[in-house]
């Protein structure tokens, strides 16, 4: 089998509201094998992962997939199970999948996947795994798939930050991953909060620093009369050894500046183990040898100004049997599915080390000794979760008095979430009076004793973080606003950044012209997919966020957030059809949805009940509707007003906001900029979509009314390149970007609404639509053009050069163009260039562009070389 090629999808997508990857897969030689003639092939595959046959699959139910295997089912399907059931094994919560045959050996696979990377080396895993149960090759298969497991789980968020995640998401926090590691943002924009880990933005970077610097730490706690133990700093061997003659044992000694337990060792006596315990220290940097406390080691973690956790540490051991070696034990204990490499899983698997081969060295053992049945084998004296330690949790025991000391030592070095490592005999009294000490103040403490406690009760840990990070009342959103449809979604995106600029929130706003935060451009290019959401989402200076969100974004990518406040659906037409398996309006309708079907409970759905392909998505969302609509007359929303809905639609020359029985008047339809007058029928409907999605989204209708009346504002590029009239010494030109039948109609209506002649028309569209699109959008510029100029765009993708313009010319003529009014320069800039300065004076030149900025110069000299010079007052934007 080959992996011909790997998609992977970070947000909702057209497939699952969750992450997936997807790929399609050559199965070669084994495509038409289904699995009921491989022998034993089932039963091998069951046997290495006994998880599989707890697979529903499409049969709903425990088992369903292993019924689809006995009865016969081909190798993608499996593949993609297997892939599944590894992801799990490592510790993701996934379930869906998805499994499609493109031709006779080819499949297209698609599976829940948490991340990219994780995904692709699942996928792999899967195919190798499949390819060598079909040829029956022995393996040792437990520790082929621990070497999977392990590496999965790398890529995943470890536990503490996915306690703190999940947290978060059922508080309605959105949450977003911000690399490979462990850097997450919680909440969008102005409200956010980052984390990694439980270091939080809120946590002081000198707090840090001081927590990394065990004396430094010691020092101030002692400064606060917080007990600590008696210590000394040491640099070299000799002064160690002095230590131990001066005090005695038993001491510990570990790095000054170390963490995670590495190169702790506890419990020193002698001379021979100081040596042994400083050079291993010393690796590190200075060494810090202490007075070891008498009583049990305990990690108590501090939110803020509470403890809201605490557990005992219990260092790793194992009990003997009187038959095999510590090194046999050992892998026993590692086998435990809970434990794995690193802080990825809730334990740590044990490595014969250093510190441990020197502790089994003071029980008078080393990793080959056969040890005794009954009798147990510390595996290190420190008790850290890194090593292998587990925990017990004892929240419930620690009194007041000693929650007082924990959270002091806490606020003492300034950590807003710390864990405060204690040794202490009792936890129902303070540390001075039970003797007990504060040993280690730790930045960024790993959580996983808190939520898999050994013993004992589980502590949501990862909820007491999002608390303290986000009060209740807090949310960690702001308003976001997802625009699609096949036209008009630049404009109203526009028009609600306009509105929401109105209500002095500093609006981010991703259009087919850029990404643009607080007026200003901060990228260039046509950005709608999930790359421009997340930069928006992600920058701290944004209050609001309107996203215009396109086909090719949706398709390629999925959405960049999880969910929205608002969803606007603008209409449905017949563009970019056979384009990344959209092949029909039906398929472009459930593209589309995506947007209403990630409105969050309490959004809204704002939808066009003048199409009805777009009525028909109200099923879809969980958020309220909400219609617009420009015909006096539309029954919809007559009967969703009545329901007690809301709408926005035009009643006697105004656009008006329906709520129940309840009516506003927003603005004269004659008192809207953008659509001069009434002139520009489709900027009606933008306004009204835009209209009715600023208020759902809680702008109050006077903001809404005086900013769509304002719009544009006036000044250079602010809907420009949408219905923008350019008025030169005699003769007008429109500058729009419509690229497809419906759009260009519309803009023949205001053709001949303008009631200049002759129109002259520069057409050029992009070569990856159908053949059928493109005679169709140039007959319908036939319809209004008297003489066409046809260009080609820059980016032909993937056709011949000339081979657009040539169907473009061919379809202009056969519309009723005469030869001679169908001129081919297939330059941008010459095209425009050629068309002005041919049209005769009252023209109307329309120019349907690609390269906005080339159209823009290209007029500036060529109008202003007709008379004299083009005065820049006198451009107008629809």
């Known amino acids: ?58 049969r709903g139910r425990p088992g369903g997939f292993l019924e689809r295997l ?66 029956d090759r022995q393996e040792d298969w437990a520790e082929r798939l621990a070497v999977v497991r392990d590496e999965l789980a790398q890529y995943r968020l470890g536990p503490s930050t996915r306690a703190i995640v999940r947290a978060a998401r059922e508080r309605g926090i959105p949450v977003a991953r911000l690399d490979g590691d462990s850097l997450v943002r919680l909440g969008q924009g102005a409200q956010q909060v980052r984390i990694r880990a439980t270091l939080t933005e809120r946590t002081p970077a000198l707090a840090v620093d001081l927590a990394q610097d065990k004396a430094a730490t010691k020092a101030a706690l002692e400064a606060a009369a917080i007990p600590v133990p008696e210590g000394a700093v040491v640099t070299t061997e000799a002064q160690a050894l002095a230590v131990l003659a001066g005090w005695g044992g038993p001491l510990v000694v ?205 502590r949501d840990a990862g909820a007491a973080i999002v608390e303290h990070l986000f009060p209740p009342g807090r949310t960690g959103r702001i308003p976001v606003v997802a625009v699609t449809g096949t036209n008009g979604k630049t404009t109203v995106t526009r028009m609600i950044a306009r509105v929401f600029e109105a209500m002095g929130w500093r609006t981010g706003m991703a259009t087919t012209d850029g990404v643009w935060i607080g007026g200003r451009q901060v990228a260039a290019g046509d950005l709608t997919g999930p790359w421009s959401a997340r930069l928006i989402l992600d920058d701290r200076g944004v209050d609001a966020a309107v996203l215009e969100t396109a086909r090719g974004g949706i398709a390629r990518g999925g959405l960049g957030f999880d969910d929205c406040d608002v969803g606007v659906v603008t209409n449905i037409g017949p563009d970019h059809l056979g384009q990344d398996g959209v092949e029909t309006l039906e398929d472009l309708v459930y593209l589309k949805a995506l947007v209403v079907e990630v409105v969050r409970p309490g959004g809204a759905a704002v939808l066009n009940a003048d199409d009805p392909r777009v009525l028909g998505m109200a099923a879809r969302t969980r958020g309220e509707v909400v219609l617009f609509s420009v015909a006096e007359d539309n029954l919809a929303i007559a009967k969703h007003l009545y329901a007690g809905g809301r709408a926005v639609f035009v009643h006697r020359g105004a656009l008006i906001w329906g709520t129940g029985r309840e009516r506003t008047r927003l603005v004269a339809v004659r008192s809207l900029r953008s659509a001069m007058g009434g002139l520009l029928t489709v900027n009606v409907a933008n306004a009204a979509a835009a209209a009715a999605a600023a208020l759902a989204a809680g702008c109050p209708p006077r903001v809404v009314a005086q900013a769509l009346a304002s719009f544009p504002p006036g000044g250079e590029g602010v809907n420009r390149g949408r219905l923008e009239l350019v008025r030169g010494p005699d003769l007008t030109v429109l500058v729009d970007y419509g690229h497809n039948a419906p759009a260009v109609e519309a803009v023949g209506r205001i053709c001949r609404a303008l ?41 032909r993708r993937g056709r011949a050069p000339g081979a657009v313009a040539a169907l473009l010319a061919g379809a202009l003529m056969e519309a009723g163009l005469p030869t001679e009014a169908v001129e081919v320069v297939l330059d941008e800039g010459e095209a425009v260039r050629r068309a002005v300065a041919t049209a005769p004076s009252d023209a109307l030149v329309v120019v349907l562009f690609e390269r906005y900025d080339v159209v823009q110069d290209v007029l500036a000299e060529t109008l202003a070389g007709r008379v004299g010079p083009l005065a820049r007052p006198a451009s107008e934007s629809g």
Do not use: W
């Not at 490499?341 to 441990?356: N, S």
């Not at 200049?756 to 520069?762: D, F, K, N, T």
């Open 1 to 58: 089998m080959n992996i011909v090629s790997y998609r992977y999808y970070a947000g909702p997508n057209i497939h699952c509201l969750n992450p997936v990857a997807e790929a399609t897969v050559d199965l070669e030689d084994l495509a038409a094998t289904p699995t009921n003639a491989l022998g034993r092939f089932v039963d091998r595959l069951v046997a290495v992962l006994p998880g599989l046959s707890e697979h529903y699959c499409s």
């Open 755 to 795: 009631k200049r002649r002759p129109a002259v028309a520069v057409l050029g569209l992009p070569g990856d639509r159908r053949d059928a699109d493109l005679v169709a959008t140039a007959r319908a510029v036939a319809q209004f053009a008297d003489r066409v100029v046809v260009r080609e765009d820059r980016d």
């Open 254 to 458: 570990k790095p000054a500046g170390g963490h995670q337990g590495d190169g702790v060792t506890m419990g020193i006596g002698t001379p021979a183990a100081m040596r042994t315990a400083f050079r291993l220290a010393a690796s590190r940097g200075p060494v810090l040898v202490e007075r070891q406390i008498p009583g049990k080691s305990y990690r108590c973690l501090v939110v803020g100004d509470r403890l809201v956790a605490a557990s005992e540490r219990i260092p790793p051991g194992v009990v003997g049997d009187g038959q095999r070696t510590v090194r046999d034990l050992v892998a026993q204990l590692n086998a435990d599915p809970r434990r794995g490499a690193g802080h990825g899983f809730p334990l740590t698997r044990v490595a014969l080390d250093a510190p441990a081969l020197l502790h089994l060295a003071q029980q008078g053992l080393t990793p080959d000794s056969v040890v005794p049945a009954g009798r147990r084998v510390g595996l290190r004296a420190a008790a850290n979760l890194s090593t292998g330690a587990t925990a017990r949790d004892v929240t419930d025991l620690v009194g007041p008095a000693l929650a007082a000391d924990v959270v002091r030592a806490a606020r003492t070095i300034g950590l807003d979430v710390a864990g405060v490592d204690i040794v202490t005999p009792r936890l129902d009294v303070g540390l001075r009076e039970a003797g007990g000490a504060v040993v280690e103040v730790n930045a960024a403490p790993g959580i996983r004793m808190h939520l898999y406690p050994d013993e004992g009760a589980p």
């Open 70 to 135: 006995r009865e016969g089912t081909y190798l993608g399907h499996v593949v993609e199970h297997v892939a599944l059931e590894l992801l799990a094994l490592a510790g993701e919560d996934v379930a869906y999948g998805k499994t499609r045959q493109v031709d006779d050996r080819v499949v297209r696979i698609v599976f829940e996947s948490e991340t990219r990377p994780g995904g692709l080396a699942a996928l792999e895993a899967a195919v190798a795994a499949v390819e060598d149960l079909v040829g």
